[in-house]
């Protein structure tokens, strides 16, 4: 089982950054396939980034393109969504996913495709 606690979101302004970061417990990540959805309110679930087992694939939603940046670090257990220029449309919660997956270069993107997942977070951009 593993359990996944999502932390960086906020109150921030069009223009700032954030950096959310999602740790693991009770299993390592090195196994797992990873994401990061968000929802906004009377909205689906909609996909932001993924990234594949071992980090040497990644994938974007065209929204955040050149925005957004996934990364995880197998060592410390923890994958990161730094957001640069934030948009009001960004406003969302934020849903951190992982899936054992071992596939070289292999990345989910829908929600289905995962079997774990984190709290959430809340990321609020003003205009």
């Known amino acids: 089982q593993v359990q996944l606690v999502e932390s960086g979101g906020g109150l921030v302004q069009a223009g700032d950054s954030l950096r959310l970061s999602c740790a693991a417990s009770?299993?390592?990540?090195?196994?797992?396939?990873m994401a990061w959805f968000r929802q906004a309110p009377g909205e689906e679930r909609e996909f932001v980034a993924a990234?594949?087992?071992?980090?040497?694939?990644?994938i974007y939603a065209d929204s955040v393109k050149g925005r957004f940046t996934i990364a995880k670090d197998n060592a410390k257990n923890t994958l990161y969504l730094q957001m640069n220029t934030l948009k009001p449309e960004d406003t969302a919660v934020y849903y951190c996913?992982?899936?054992?997956?071992?596939?070289?270069?292999?990345?989910?993107?829908?929600?289905?495709?995962?079997?774990?997942w984190g709290q959430g977070t809340q990321v609020t951009v003003s205009s």
């Open positions: 996913a992982a899936q054992f997956d071992r596939i070289v270069g292999h990345v989910l993107l829908s929600p289905a495709d995962y079997d774990y």
């Open positions: 009770r299993r390592t990540l090195r196994d797992y396939a």
């Open positions: 990234i594949s087992f071992s980090g040497s694939s990644t």
